[in-house]
Nanobody, 123 residues
Framework: QVQLVESGGGVVQPGGSLRLSCAAS????????WGWYRQAPGKQRELVAN???????NYADSVKGRFTISRDNAKNTVYLQMNSLKFEDTAVYYC?????????????????WGQGTQVTVSS
């Protein structure tokens, strides 16, 4: 079993910054691609950014130039640096990992989600 745990959420004023982290724990696993998603009240969950195993990144248009996704493979951790935060960035942020686990029967792949961390942008 692989668990993802987010941290770093909180309350910040418009224009401020936050850094989210998501650490994966378990045995005999690796993370292929990582993603950060968010869900605001009354809205569907949306992709914020993702990063491949090779380090290629992709961002939602709404966060381009303000957010940066990065990963530390040695720590099985992904980060989301959020700058110039806006009211509309308020949401619960979730990390997602494309997990590869080595089982007795071979490799198994599945998606794993964190529990979410609240980001509130408020004056």
């Amino acid at each position: 079993q692989v668990q993802l745990v987010e941290s770093g959420g909180g309350v910040v004023q418009p224009g401020g910054s936050l850094r989210l982290s998501c650490a994966a724990s378990g045995t005999r696993f690796s993370i292929n691609a990582w993603g950060w998603y968010r869900q605001a009240p009354g809205k569907q969950r949306e992709l914020v950014a993702n990063i491949t195993s090779g380090g290629n990144t992709n961002y939602a248009d709404s966060v381009k130039g303000r957010f940066t996704i990065s990963r530390d493979n040695a720590k099985n951790t992904v980060y989301l640096q959020m700058n110039s935060l806006k009211f509309e960035d308020t949401a619960v942020y979730y990390c997602n990992g494309d997990v590869i686990v080595l089982r007795e029967t071979g490799l198994q792949g599945f998606a794993s989600w964190g529990q979410g961390t609240q980001v509130t942008v408020s004056s």
